[in-house]
């Protein structure tokens, strides 16, 4: 969420997303519900392309790790 709120960083949707979006994945069942809504919530504010990038760096993450 630092990335969402511009905390010690950047305020950046782009990569708030992708850091939501892998909390999400890896939540726990209660959890993971948390997750799905502010990952909504940060998609309000995000331009189509940032969107497209967004899922290409989760999905390079996941790849990766």
Do not use: C, Q, S
């Not at 939501?20 to 392309?49: C, H, Q, S, W």
């Amino acid at each position: 969420l630092m990335h969402l709120n511009g905390e010690g960083v950047k305020k950046d949707y782009v990569r708030a997303y992708k850091w939501v979006y892998l909390a999400e994945i890896f939540a726990g069942d209660g959890d993971a519900e948390i997750y799905k809504n502010a990952r909504k919530r940060i998609t309000e504010n995000m331009k189509p392309e940032e969107l497209v990038e967004a899922k290409n760096l989760t999905e390079n993450w996941l790849a990766e790790n």
